[in-house]
């Protein structure tokens, strides 16, 4: 079931850990909570100049994009979803078959 969009509540980096970024998005039945590295998004999408919330605002739709697909293939039985190197396997721009 694809992921959408959750409107109540932004992106924001966690407290206890300042090498992640948690955002939710919705299965439409319920919310999942979704960490991301923010390496990870430095390696895939660059940006070493930007704020870590600055890189996922100019990339939201290309990283929600890969939480939906990631969430797809992943089981998340505690609504959380973490996230990885290999789920920005894909160039940004590039085809996927």
Known sequence: M???RYLDGGAHILPADDSLIRFAMTNGERVIGIDVP???LR??????????LDLFAKNQ??????????YDKTATPNDLLD???ED????P???TL
């Open 2 to 4: 694809p992921l959408t």
């Open 38 to 40: 923010i390496p990870v």
């Open 43 to 52: 390696q895939h999408f660059g940006g070493a100049d930007l704020a870590p």
């Open 61 to 70: 739709a290309a990283i929600e994009a890969a939480a939906s697909a990631a």
């Open 83 to 85: 996230m990885g190197p």
């Open 88 to 91: 920005f396997a894909t160039p």
């Open 93 to 95: 721009g590039a085809a």
